[in-house]
């Protein structure tokens, strides 16, 4: 297949989109809803893809104590027409919190103003793990009494 075949194949966009994990997504700027949530929404927080209507959905999911600078960041960024990225906490449908970067496009239209946002969410959960281990040793084991590092 020739290469500008595989530039326009939608199958190869599919396949290189599966294979980052990531969660694509549009919203529309004037209106404030999704236009597009990727169906892997649902394998990694759990709610469902049609529950993820506009921009309350995205706010109220994410960990309260992130929430205000990350949707004020992304707002006012999205305002200027800057692409940006935020990392934050987003609730899971069982209670749980998960890390994702979120990766944000500004969609100019022709008139120069905000159209849209695209982007893509990662799960960086493991990356956000403590690193408390030294040489498979944790802080307890390093702080025992008579132990010499």
Same mark, same amino acid.
Request: overall charge negative; hydrophobic content about 40%; charged content about 20%.
């Given at each position: 297949m020739? @290469? @500008?075949?595989? $530039?326009?194949?939608?199958?190869? $966009?599919?396949?290189?989109?599966?294979?980052?994990?990531?969660?694509?997504?549009? &919203?529309?700027?004037?209106?404030?809803? *999704?236009? $597009?949530?990727?169906p892997r929404i649902e394998?990694? &927080?759990?709610w469902p893809q049609a529950s993820w209507l506009g921009i309350n959905d995205w706010v109220e999911r994410m960990h309260p104590d992130d929430r #205000?600078?990350?949707?004020?960041?992304?707002?006012?960024?999205?305002?200027?027409?800057v692409d940006h990225e935020a990392e934050y906490r987003a609730l899971t449908l069982h209670g749980n919190y998960i890390w994702l970067r979120d990766v944000v496009h500004v969609v100019h239209g022709a008139d120069g103003e905000v159209q849209s946002l695209i982007g893509f969410m *990662? #799960?960086?959960?493991?990356? !956000? !793990?403590?690193?408390n281990t030294w040489r498979g040793c944790t802080s307890s084991c390093r702080s025992s009494p008579g132990r010499t590092a």
């Amino acid at each position: 297949m020739p @290469a @500008a075949a595989l $530039h326009n194949d939608p199958a190869v $966009h599919s396949a290189l989109l599966d294979a980052t994990g990531a969660i694509s997504w549009q &919203l529309d700027w004037q209106t404030l809803t *999704f236009t $597009h949530m990727s169906p892997r929404i649902e394998t990694l &927080l759990g709610w469902p893809q049609a529950s993820w209507l506009g921009i309350n959905d995205w706010v109220e999911r994410m960990h309260p104590d992130d929430r #205000d600078q990350a949707v004020n960041y992304c707002i006012s960024q999205s305002r200027a027409g800057v692409d940006h990225e935020a990392e934050y906490r987003a609730l899971t449908l069982h209670g749980n919190y998960i890390w994702l970067r979120d990766v944000v496009h500004v969609v100019h239209g022709a008139d120069g103003e905000v159209q849209s946002l695209i982007g893509f969410m *990662f #799960d960086i959960s493991e990356r !956000k !793990k403590p690193r408390n281990t030294w040489r498979g040793c944790t802080s307890s084991c390093r702080s025992s009494p008579g132990r010499t590092a």
